[in-house]
């Protein structure tokens, strides 16, 4: 039981590592990145090519993933959603593009991945680091874990924290609110944009190399999974709410355990869609949501 | 000739198919709605058609045109539980509920077969007859495309506001764009399901929503003849691109962002932006009316009405 | 589908009539009062003019007319019979027919589809299939084009018109459908002075060929000599109603607007 609870969270701080960029993302400058899975798988495919030439430790293959995510989701809002929000005639038509625009770039990513493994799992085998377990009696936690939980939930601290209290968060807040007011204020809208993006494709690549740790090896196509799944918890929690999705990624994470556990298991990838369904009939706003937030 | 056919006859099928899929997602994008629930159609129709054909061995008319039917109900029901979503959170909705049909098949025990799917739903059914199928349902696609039908759906799709207030009822307008599109993607799935005789739950997953889009995409979402164009490439696009060996979808990824991001209106739009432009510069109408807008209105009524007339220059706000 | 009774050039009805009423009409949205207790009467080929400064909720009273926007309080009738629940989309088939604020044309429709776009809630189910094979333009159409002098123009698109001309194929569009009733939320908006009078001259001889008409404007001088009666707004509430000439020498009037504009006319 204990074990189970301790697996929830772990899989709740994977997805919420990955959500928080997103979620970071659309609730502030408006993007829906659907590139993000790409360029989190990418940023562990990257660190797996490296791993194979020089054996790495743990830090620095984080610092490579999270270095590749950073820079892959610059290279998506540079080369595509800007010009997209260049050109677009209204707020409703671009939003569709991003989505769609997102959805194609994350081909390219996937593509290439998929081309150099073959769509074989890969993983870190080559690497220095090894996964090793304490026994704490009641339950077992694993060195992979404890570095998960403590990124998830520090970075997503941190992240609250940020967009609290600093200057630049608070002028990301303004954008998210009303983005008219906050160029008035004189925000300097696109360095933040950019700066946004930045953040969120490091969390996803830090996302990425944590799951292949902690799974031991993941394929190109995990990326359109955690996709959905981080979308769910976005809903879940509400839009824009750094808490909300950390209660949505450990809620969405609890629940699919629970099915893991209790059932033979292949109802499990359905929770996500159900979710997303449900939550968008019910209460679009999430279960934390703003009322201002952008919404279409 | 005859040999060619024979040895391409899986991919003329396909390109059938792929445009009946894409055609299940252009038609509600035409009217403004952004909804993936043709995929899940698809996936009603696989599965019902294969159904009907292994456990009643009912002809092929009849197995496709109940899963269409089903599917057209569907869609009407989903339409009014999603009849207050819009936009981006109305596409979220939809690929849930496609993608949940995908789980639903894994978990539908003997009747759906399960993770394996259903294997020997052999009919009668042939090239000809999806041909057939595919060409009235583009001629009435078309047709809605033209006159006050198409006018009407413009509207729709691109102030519904103005629509409303020009009688039309935006919200049946929408339903029915939904039924359509239940219809369309389910007669895609059943056919598939027959030629090939076989349907599992990996038929439905992400990558039938991104292959349906993309098509759209690169075509063109405002027609059916952009879904046609983007049919055509996707299902012949491998063969060809044969020439850069494993990197095809490489390039095919670059093709499908390049467009999304800097060609909006698919190779469709492309081509009508060039014909309008081109037919433009041989007319040369002198631009009437072109003199400057908003100039400030005379003062000629009497002093206070001048006064009172001062917020007639402010009007463009 | 519904044949609907005598369009502007109809029978010759009887002026003065009301046709349209709002009476006690108010829309708050949370705790903002854009509209708050306004009665107004249109009156078969007559002209009412509304005058308020921005913001003064003469759009949103447009909106609740014609069911947009749900009324908080009040109750809207024609003919006589009550409308409040109506759904918006039946206005245009009983004749009520408006444009907008900003220029609302189908980019992709040339002028001659997006006039016509007025004109389709009247085609029948054959008159909609043989559209299909043959490209035919209804009389009320070609009327409307007439009237407003945009027949040059009727395959350009509307990003190749200037704002003006823009404007003019929307009033072009709201007659294409014969209305009984028009609501023009600030026609004029962006036209040069003879755009303007011509536009004015136009309402001038609907008015007389019994086409009852709502009028929302700025420029004052043309209000004064179109319309039949003035109704001024400010901050959601009617505050003076009457004779155009009296309601803009009234005191609250003056207020309305030199108060909000008496730096304004400092300047000057």
New interface residues.
Partial sequence: MAQDLLNALTLGSLYLLFALGMSLAWGTIGI?NFAHGSIFVFAAFTAHLLVQEVALPMPAMLAVGAAVGAVLSLLVQV??FE??QR?ATDH?KA???I???G???A??P???A??LTGSVPFGYSAGTFRVSTWDLGFVRLSNVQLVTLVAALGLAAVIGWWLRAARPGLALRAIGVDAEVASMMGVDRRRLALLTMAVAGGLAGLAGVLLTYYLGSIAPETG?AF??KA?AAI?LGGVGSIAGVVIGAMVLAGIETLVLVTTSG??A??I???V??LM??VR?NGLLGRQEVR?? | MNAWWVSHLVLVQSTFISLLLALSIQVPLRAGVFSFAGVGSYAIGAYTAAILTIRAQLAPVLAIGAGVVLAAVVGYLLALLVARLSGLYLGMATISFALFLGVLATNGGELTGGATGLFGAISTLTTTHVVAISVVVVLLLAASERGAYGRRVDAVREDPHLAVSLGIDVTRVRRRVFVVSGALGACAGGMNALLRTTVSPETVGFHLVVTALTMIIVGGALSWAGAAIGAVIFTWLPSVLQVVGDWQLVVYGVLVAAAAVWVPGGLLGLAQDGWRRLRASRRRVPPEGAAAPAAPVAADAEQQLAALGGPAAEVRS | MTAVDGGAAGAAPVTGQAVLEGRDVAVHYGGIKAVDGVDLTLETGRILGILGPNGSGKSTLLAALTRLVPLTRGRLTLDGADYGRTPPSRLAHRGIARTFQTVRLLPDLTVLGNVQLGADLRLGRGARLRELVRRSVPPAVQEAIERTGVGDLLDLRPGELSYGTARKVEIARALAGRPRVLMLDEPTAGMNQPERLEVAGLLRRLRDEGLTQLLVEHDVSMMVDTCDRLLAMNQGRPIAEGAPREVVRDPAVQEAYLGKRGHRAGDR
Avoid: H, K, N, S
């Fill in positions: 829906l080369l595509a010009p997209i050109r409703r939003e569709m593009q989505l769609v625009g959805i194609g770039i081909i390219i996937l593509a290439v998929q081309r359109d996709l959905l979308f809903i292949t109802w990838p359905a996500a869609f159900g997303i369904f968008l009939l679009p919404r279409t």
